[in-house]
């Protein structure tokens, strides 16, 4: 059983150009920890400071949003094609959801480095 | 020209040089320009506005174009109408209509984000533009490239209203209709942007297109005296607007240009595509997507690119989202027309709806000063009111044909309605 997983050209400066990779991961945790293995570099980028995947990057099975086919449960058939599509928001991880959580030991989300309003590191508008 | 202005990670902080990109390569989250406020105060005065055209450019130092760029593209700087007649439908007595059904060249308010979005494109160097589009998009690319000389390649769902594929072919655009949802339209569109070099608008020139959404916020303000209302209805589907109009309240504060105050921002959306009003109501931080199934396919977008930060700027202002069935939609489409002479298409049927539910419901009260946003044209979406109005008979050219036929409507209208007039 295999399938074919086509990264985003995002992850490239941390796959050495690398495009895709075939897979024989059973499910989504499988397959990301895959990739990880893959592409050591790619893994702290992948996951937020607790450990979980994080909530920009998200998967699609044969053109089908992998949250609407089960998630973590949908068990890939030999032949799909796997597609990873960082900031197209939604976030398949939620602060109450750790099924693709390593590790966790807080759901606390990170702290904003800079503001989303005045971009300043030291905020000037709140 | 803006003073300055970067991109900058809207999760890890990390900022970036201009370019024709929209992802952080570290964290993966989306990107954001930031204008160099605190040059910006050096110059930008409410003077120095107002001095500037009568179009969304008067407000150009604050927007992410190169320091030469000429504007070619004269969109904004559209009515905010005082609503009184449907103010008395809904309860509500300092209401006011930003009426973006009026945007020229295209009839929404997406005519600001592409005149950005297209003056970073050819500041990139894109010979070629294109979008992911529920029909909006899609009309204002297409005719501000064609005035810019841009080759175009548009992606629709392929169910779109027959006016916004009409309204995009005009123009020359190389339309391609997609077996599926917006969703899936905005996917692929993804994938070709990392294999083309072309200019996407919302895919990698998303974080300068969106900025073409501040100009609403800019221009209620400076509508209203230089003073910022006490609510907002905005409607969402992305969910970039209502985030941008904040940003840009905020930017004003900053500046100096208005006197800070508390605004509430309240979100509408169809029920049936209801996924940031959903996170709202929830208290969610997340957006769990949904299949759009609505009338409403302006705002149709299951999983919103802005939909977290959507739902933030909602709750940080003690604002609150509320969604609406399409019979709504359609009755609120009608009742706008009939109060205030704006004929909006379905998105605007949600807007108006939802404000009038939120007025309904108390959490906004009658004398605040509230602005509800228009976004778009009825004239798209003529397909939801097919069958609502009869034709009626011809009648001869006569006086006593005329005559007979105005004591028959009024015996009809006294039969039904008895003698009260209602719609």
Do not use: K
């Given at each position: 059983m295999s399938v074919r997983v086509l990264l985003p050209n995002a992850f490239q400066k941390h796959t050495n150009g690398a495009k895709e990779i075939q897979s024989t991961a059973a499910n989504l945790p499988a397959l990301i920890e895959d990739i990880e293995t893959h592409f050591p570099a790619l893994k702290t980028h992948l996951r937020d400071e607790t450990g979980n995947?994080?909530?920009?990057i998200n998967f699609y099975v044969n053109e089908e949003d992998i949250r609407f086919l089960g998630n973590e449960k949908y068990a890939f058939q030999d032949g799909d094609e796997v597609l990873v599509i960082p900031s197209i928001a939604g976030g398949s991880c939620g602060e109450d959801d750790t099924r693709l959580a390593q590790n966790v030991t807080s759901s606390r989300r990170p702290v904003l480095r800079?503001?989303?309003?005045?971009?300043q590191e030291e905020c000037i508008c709140y | 020209m803006a003073s300055s202005y970067e991109l900058c990670c809207r999760e890890c902080g990390r900022k970036y040089a201009n370019a024709p990109l929209s992802i952080c390569d570290e964290c993966f989250s989306p990107l954001e320009v930031q204008v160099d406020l605190e040059a910006a105060k050096k110059t930008v005065t409410r003077e120095t506005i107002a001095q500037g055209p009568t179009n969304m450019w008067r407000y150009q130092a604050l927007l992410?174009?190169?320091?030469?760029y000429v504007p070619q593209t004269p969109a904004g700087w559209t009515p905010l109408l005082k609503a009184p007649r449907l103010a008395g439908r809904i309860g509500a007595n300092n209401l006011y209509i930003k009426n973006d059904a009026v945007c020229l060249p295209t009839l929404s308010f997406k005519d600001r984000v592409v005149a950005v979005a297209l003056a970073a494109a050819q500041d990139f160097g894109f010979d070629t533009v294109g979008c992911s589009s529920t029909g909006n998009l899609a009309n204002a690319v297409a005719a501000q490239a064609a005035r810019l000389g841009l080759k175009t390649y548009i992606l629709v769902p392929a169910d779109l209203e027959a006016a916004k594929i009409l309204n995009t072919q005009v123009y020359g655009a190389n339309l391609i209709r997609i077996d599926g949802n917006y969703d899936h339209v905005n996917r692929l569109c993804s994938q070709i942007a990392d294999r083309f070099h072309w200019g996407f608008v919302n895919v990698n020139l998303r974080p300068y297109y969106a900025e073409g959404s501040k100009t609403v916020g800019y221009e209620i303000a400076e509508q209203l005296g230089w003073r910022l209302p006490d609510n907002v209805v905005v409607p969402m589907a992305g969910g970039s607007l209502i985030t941008k109009i904040r940003k840009a309240f905020r930017e004003l504060v900053v500046l100096g240009l208005v006197e800070d105050k508390p605004v509430r921002f309240f979100g509408a959306q169809a029920t049936g595509c209801s996924p940031i009003a959903k996170a709202v109501k929830s208290g969610a931080d997340h957006i769990e997507p949904q299949r759009p199934s609505t009338i409403a396919r302006s705002l149709a977008i299951g999983n919103p690119a802005d939909g977290v930060y959507a739902a933030r700027a909602i709750r940080e202002s003690g604002g609150w989202a509320e969604d609406v069935s399409d019979v709504e939609i359609v009755s609120a489409i009608q009742e706008l027309a009939e109060t205030e002479g704006i004929f909006t298409e379905t998105a605007g049927g949600v807007t108006t709806a939802v404000t009038a539910r939120l007025y309904a419901h108390g959490r906004i009260k009658p004398g605040e000063l509230t602005v509800s946003c228009i976004t778009g044209n009825g004239l798209k979406t003529t397909d939801v009111l097919q069958g609502a109005y009869e034709q009626g008979q011809a009648i001869r050219p006569r006086l006593t044909d005329f005559e007979n036929y105005i004591n028959e409507i009024k015996e009809l209208n006294e039969l039904v309605t008895g003698g009260v007039n209602v719609r």
């Open positions: 995947v994080r909530r920009f800079c503001c989303s309003y005045c971009g | 992410p174009v190169s320091e030469n």
